[in-house]
């Protein structure tokens, strides 16, 4: 597909834009989408940027039966100078096309997706907040559209972009978490769809949710699915430990869900000279550390957040506390590292950025 062959119907009534201290997460949308359709005889076509709006489909559409959908989320950033960022956006590519592998949906050009997402965030480049800590949210997604009751893939999809401005995830600056061991769900198991970003994994992860909301918790940390032994991820984040000098963090297994965050963390770690392995690690083992005081550090990974340390992790009723439940040093250097990195406050040694265009100052709320 050309790039050219993406129309654009552009809004005759914009929104108003929200202040950047007014922010939250998700809850405001700007004023264009863009959307792709599939069918088997056309394959992906009619690319096009719309004005953001309600998408109709009959109460039969797969979708709201068996949750055969995938999405992704990245974030653009402007930099002091006005020029927009993506981190690493073609990971997010590589893993949308990962997620359709594993719930049959057809494979999309990465590259093309990349290219409209780029298009759909320059028509809409005023929507993306300037203060330290806010950005322009990406929400690709894909659902299956084919009106049709039987378990099978649909033979019909819809891949959508839509953009929401967020404010800062620290609003006080990094701060740590309480977290809840979870004993009794479990997020995923190997062989399961753990490894996709996909609907399903979250709805089910709701319910633990709810309960250690209830008690306190922030979030749970999640155990492998088969023994309940093995950590995997804390809430929709990667997780690392630190413990006497070593940052571990649970080797993939067919079960976590592989951040582009975590693979940025690996990365700067081994620059940095720190000693760093995937493996498998066990709570017991945590546990264990924590008694001997050599459980140095904790802390979440994803786009959202970057680095969420962990102050504390409660099990079998226990409370082990991490740092005096202060942020660590590595958690620190590595939140500033990125986040200078992906507002191009620091020069970007990896390549990690990719600049979509430039907005004039003036023009941005
Ligand atoms: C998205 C996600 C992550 C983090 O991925 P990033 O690419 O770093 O944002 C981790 N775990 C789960 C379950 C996720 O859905």
Redesign the pocket.
């Known amino acids: 597909m050309e790039k050219s062959s993406i129309s654009i119907q552009l809004t005759s009534s914009k929104k108003p834009k929200p202040q950047s201290d007014e922010l939250a997460f998700g809850r405001v949308f700007t004023d264009h989408m863009f959307v792709m359709d599939y069918s088997v005889e056309e394959n992906w076509h009619s690319p096009r940027i719309v004005p953001y709006q309600a998408i109709a489909m009959e109460p039969a559409a797969m979708v709201y039966h068996y949750g055969q959908t995938v999405f992704e989320?990245l974030k653009a950033y402007l930099t002091k100078e006005g020029k927009v960022l993506l981190f690493r956006p073609e990971k997010?590519m590589e893993r949308l096309n990962k997620s359709n592998d594993r719930l049959c949906i057809p494979r999309v050009d990465e590259e093309f997706v990349l290219e409209a997402l780029k298009q759909l965030i320059t028509v809409d480049k005023e929507w993306i907040p300037e203060k330290e800590g806010t950005s322009l949210y990406i929400r690709p997604f894909i659902i299956s559209t084919e009106s049709y009751l039987g378990v099978a893939p649909s033979k019909t999809y819809k891949l959508i972009i839509i953009l929401s401005p967020v404010g800062s995830y620290y609003k006080e600056g990094i701060a740590p978490v309480k977290i809840a061991v979870e004993s009794e769900f479990v997020r995923a198991v190997a062989g399961g769809t753990g490894t996709a970003?996909t609907a399903g994994?979250y709805a089910s992860s709701l319910k633990a949710q709810e309960v250690a909301e209830a008690s306190g918790f922030s979030q749970v940390l999640w155990l492998d699915g088969l023994e309940k032994k093995y950590i995997e991820?804390v809430g929709?984040?990667?997780i690392f430990f630190k413990i006497n000098g070593e940052i571990i963090t649970p080797a993939l297994n067919g079960s976590i869900?592989e951040?582009?965050?975590?693979n940025s963390v690996l990365q700067l770690l081994k620059h940095w000279g720190l000693p760093v392995t995937e493996r498998k690690i066990s709570v017991e083992e945590i546990a264990e550390a924590h008694k001997e005081g050599k459980l140095e550090e904790a802390f979440g990974?994803?786009?959202a957040a970057v680095i969420s340390p962990v102050g504390e992790l409660i099990w079998k009723n226990e409370s082990l506390v991490i740092n005096n439940g202060e942020t660590g040093p590595i958690s620190k250097k590595l939140y500033s590292t990125i986040t200078s990195i992906q507002r191009g406050d620091q020069s970007d040694e990896f390549g990690w950025t990719t600049e979509v265009s430039t907005v004039e100052k003036e023009k941005v709320n």
């Open positions: 989320g997010n970003k994994n991820e929709s984040m990667n869900l951040g582009v965050t975590r990974t994803g786009t």
